[in-house]
């Protein structure tokens, strides 16, 4: 807190920042942040059943729906969909089943 007042009190005493705005974050946010981050887990599923173009896009969609999934990169070629997501929040049978009630069956391949 004492930088932050510090900080706040060195730019108005150069008269600002030219037009720029500053932002403090506490100790407690930025480990809150960095937590957050932390809890990002990575699975990569096989989806067999993708056989055209727009087989890619409804998977993705559908997983993308689940809660607590950060990203879905489709791999067409390899037939994998690699999600990224909070495991605090959800779960790999949730996200495989998103899958599975759009059409696409999807497993954890390995």
């Given at each position: 807190?004492?930088?932050?007042?510090?900080?706040?009190?060195?730019v108005?005493?150069?008269?600002?920042?030219?037009?720029?705005?500053?932002?403090t974050?506490?100790?407690?946010?930025a480990?809150?942040?960095?937590?957050?981050?932390?809890?990002?887990?990575?699975?990569?599923?096989?989806?067999?059943?993708?056989?055209?173009?727009?087989?890619?896009?409804?998977?993705?969609?559908?997983?993308?729906?689940?809660?607590?999934?950060?990203?879905?990169?489709?791999?067409?070629?390899?037939?994998?969909?690699?999600?990224?997501?909070?495991?605090?929040?959800?779960?790999?049978?949730?996200?495989?089943?998103?899958?599975?009630?759009?059409?696409?069956?999807?497993?954890?391949?390995?």
């Amino acid at each position: 807190m004492k930088r932050s007042l510090i900080l706040a009190a060195a730019v108005l005493a150069l008269g600002g920042l030219g037009g720029f705005s500053f932002t403090t974050v506490s100790t407690a946010s930025a480990q809150s942040a960095a937590a957050q981050v932390a809890t990002v887990q990575s699975t990569t599923f096989a989806v067999e059943n993708m056989t055209c173009a727009l087989c890619p896009v409804t998977v993705k969609k559908a997983m993308e729906q689940v809660r607590g999934v950060r990203s879905v990169k489709i791999d067409y070629a390899a037939k994998t969909a690699t999600v990224a997501f909070d495991p605090s929040v959800t779960t790999i049978e949730a996200i495989a089943a998103a899958s599975a009630n759009a059409g696409y069956p999807a497993s954890v391949k390995g």
